[in-house]
């Protein structure tokens, strides 16, 4: 599958309008994590029947909810399949979006339920690798272990972290890969799992602590 989402599911581009969102080009991504007016336009606007404008807020998100279902998936053909869906449910639901939470979260919400579904039809999910060009997802986790040890792992090391995560329950892989990604705050991450943050907290350092001692514990090469 091509990307731009957008452009793979038909939306129509709408040229640049002054107050439109700026976009952080390093990450694709919405600016400012606070629901904008230039966002709240463009919502009214696809509300209306605007595709292009809708279009323009999956343009803005789309890299954020590709990483987020890639965290539950492991694999770019599914995560790209998962996030296609997620934006086509958005859209036909975006008369739900009450604004009770920003429109990335609620998007990211969506993305997430669907990457779940995805899984859970799939059999030995996990077992399957994960060849992606952002990178294994299993490589922002690499780093869990504080310095010095951090700055010393070798290779051999990196691979039997990964190993180990994979071996994580899947409340705590989940939640230890989404903080990992670097793209979700704690109140977002707890927003999409629908679990309190103080309990997103203890999922990541206990899954981080687990790793860590598994690793520890295992003779080294």
Not at 18 to 33: C, F, L, M, T, W
Not at 68 to 96: M, P
Not at 126 to 135: I, L, N
Not at 178 to 204: C, F, N, Q
């Given at each position: 599958?091509?990307?731009?989402?957008?452009?793979?599911?038909?939306?129509?581009?709408?040229p640049?309008?002054?107050?439109?969102?700026?976009?952080?080009?390093?990450?694709?991504?919405?600016?400012?994590?606070?629901?904008?007016?230039?966002?709240?336009?463009?919502?009214?606007?696809?509300?209306?029947?605007?595709?292009?404008?809708?279009?323009?807020?999956?343009?803005?998100?789309?890299?954020?909810?590709?990483?987020?279902?890639?965290?539950?998936?492991g694999?770019?053909?599914?995560?790209?399949?998962?996030?296609?869906?997620?934006?086509?449910?958005?859209?036909?639901?975006?008369?739900?979006?009450?604004?009770?939470?920003?429109?990335?979260?609620?998007?990211?919400?969506?993305?997430?339920?669907?990457?779940?579904?995805?899984?859970?039809?799939?059999?030995?999910?996990?077992?399957?690798s994960?060849?992606?060009?952002?990178?294994?997802?299993?490589?922002?986790?690499?780093?869990?272990?504080?310095?010095?040890?951090?700055?010393?792992?070798?290779?051999?090391?990196?691979?039997?972290?990964?190993?180990?995560i994979?071996?994580?329950?899947?409340?705590?892989?989940?939640?230890?890969?989404?903080?990992?990604?670097?793209?979700?705050?704690?109140?977002?991450?707890?927003?999409?799992?629908?679990?309190?943050?103080g309990?997103?907290?203890?999922?990541?350092?206990?899954?981080?602590?687990?790793?860590?001692?598994?690793?520890?514990?295992?003779?080294?090469?």
């Amino acid at each position: 599958m091509a990307y731009p989402l957008a452009d793979v599911l038909g939306l129509p581009r709408r040229p640049q309008r002054a107050g439109d969102p700026a976009i952080n080009e390093g990450r694709g991504d919405v600016a400012d994590d606070r629901e904008a007016p230039e966002i709240r336009a463009l919502l009214e606007s696809a509300r209306a029947g605007d595709e292009a404008a809708f279009g323009q807020l999956i343009r803005a998100y789309e890299r954020t909810v590709l990483r987020t279902v890639l965290a539950a998936l492991g694999r770019r053909e599914d995560a790209e399949d998962a996030a296609q869906d997620a934006f086509i449910q958005a859209w036909r639901h975006l008369g739900s979006f009450r604004g009770e939470a920003t429109f990335r979260t609620w998007l990211l919400t969506i993305a997430w339920r669907k990457a779940l579904d995805r899984r859970r039809s799939r059999s030995r999910w996990w077992q399957r690798s994960a060849e992606v060009a952002e990178g294994d997802p299993f490589d922002d986790v690499a780093g869990v272990l504080p310095n010095p040890e951090r700055a010393a792992i070798a290779r051999d090391t990196c691979d039997r972290i990964k190993a180990h995560i994979a071996r994580l329950s899947p409340t705590l892989r989940d939640t230890l890969l989404l903080a990992a990604s670097g793209d979700h705050t704690y109140e977002e991450i707890g927003a999409m799992l629908g679990t309190p943050v103080g309990t997103i907290k203890w999922r990541v350092a206990e899954a981080r602590r687990l790793v860590a001692s598994r690793v520890e514990l295992e003779p080294g090469p």
